[in-house]
């Protein structure tokens, strides 16, 4: 009997997703973050420009496991930025490129992943601890048990479990990215045919995570009470973007939205995390998509007859 077919997306095309899924990002308007039409929190889109073209490569660069993959990443970046840029980009996508190019029958990524996540280890706790201290990110502080500052004695996913009630990024390890493949995915698709592709459907996703959640980065560094502010605010900005049929109308909204976050110093950058993931996730998608429709590799007669 033949096995199944095993395939993978190529390591250059998986980079391609991620670089462009971070450009996407920026080219959307997003209430509060960094885009290429406005600047904040003593940053620029080029800063983030840099900083995809600094990882895309490595992240899908052949590794051992995942969290070799994010400390590789996190070095290339902060080799040429000195601030933290794309910590939460990281973490959410190199679980994804690890999943789409490892060679497997299965066709889900969701599949995929969930055997990824099931397979972190110590040694990828050991190296995502350090990626995160050499990121540096704002508002992290220390906590009880599993501080990122001590030496890991768990897996990377029991880590992301017990984080997960306090950042939306170890939620997702631990929950199989459910509000990236539930809420984000199905979600861009939708706009996508409703506003056609476009950047607003960017800004339509990324509205809609900081809609539904108390964004875990403004919580850090502000407090839950202005989290949960934001989040009431951006829940009225989802229902003027539900409400048109060209979102361009709302640009004076989100606009005064952005003008007023970044006055406070207010960056929801756990959503603009996840709206990246979200964007990496159809790329990959779409590759996986195309590599399980190209012919099986020939097997010579002499293999086939002992199969």
């Known amino acids: 009997m033949n096995a199944p077919f095993a395939f993978s997306v190529e390591p250059v095309a998986a980079a391609f997703a991620i670089r462009e899924a971070c450009l996407a990002e920026l080219r959307a308007f ?8 406005s600047g904040g929190h003593g940053m620029q889109a080029q800063d983030f420009v840099v900083s995809a073209d600094a990882i895309s ?6 590794a051992s496991g995942v969290g070799e993959r994010i400390l590789r990443a996190i070095k290339a970046t902060r080799a040429i930025v000195s601030f933290n840029t794309n910590l939460g980009i990281v973490l959410l996508c190199a679980p994804l490129v690890h999943a789409a190019i490892q060679h497997s029958p299965q066709r889900s990524l969701e599949v995929r992943l969930q055997g990824v996540l099931e397979a972190l280890d110590v040694r990828d706790a050991e190296l995502a601890y350090q990626a995160i201290r050499t990121a540096e990110p704002g508002g992290l502080g220390r906590v009880e048990a599993h501080d990122v500052a001590e030496p890991p004695g768990i897996t990377l996913l029991q880590a992301m479990r017990e984080a997960r009630q306090r950042d939306r990024i170890a939620a997702q390890y631990a929950t199989n990215y459910h509000d990236v493949l539930k809420t984000g995915v199905p979600l861009a698709r939708h706009l996508a045919q409703r506003w056609g592709p476009s950047e607003w459907v960017t800004v339509g996703v990324y509205v809609a995570f900081l809609a539904r959640f108390a964004d875990s980065h403004i919580a850090r560094r502000h407090g839950n009470e202005v989290a ?11 229902q003027v973007l539900n409400a048109t049929a060209e979102p361009g109308q709302a640009r004076p909204r989100l606009e005064d939205f952005d003008r007023r976050l970044k006055s406070k110093g207010v960056n929801p950058g756990s959503s603009a995390d996840l709206t990246v993931a979200t964007l990496a996730v159809i790329l990959l998608d779409d590759s996986l998509e195309k590599a399980s ?12 007859a002992r199969t």
Do not use: C, D, T, W
Not at 30 to 37: D, E, H
């Open 30 to 37: 997003k209430p509060g973050n960094v885009s290429f039409a």
């Open 57 to 62: 490569g490595v992240i899908a660069a052949p």
């Open 228 to 238: 949960h502010g934001v989040m009431l605010e951006a829940m009225e900005l989802e």
């Open 293 to 304: 429709r190209a012919p099986a590799p020939e097997v010579p007669a002499s293999e086939s």
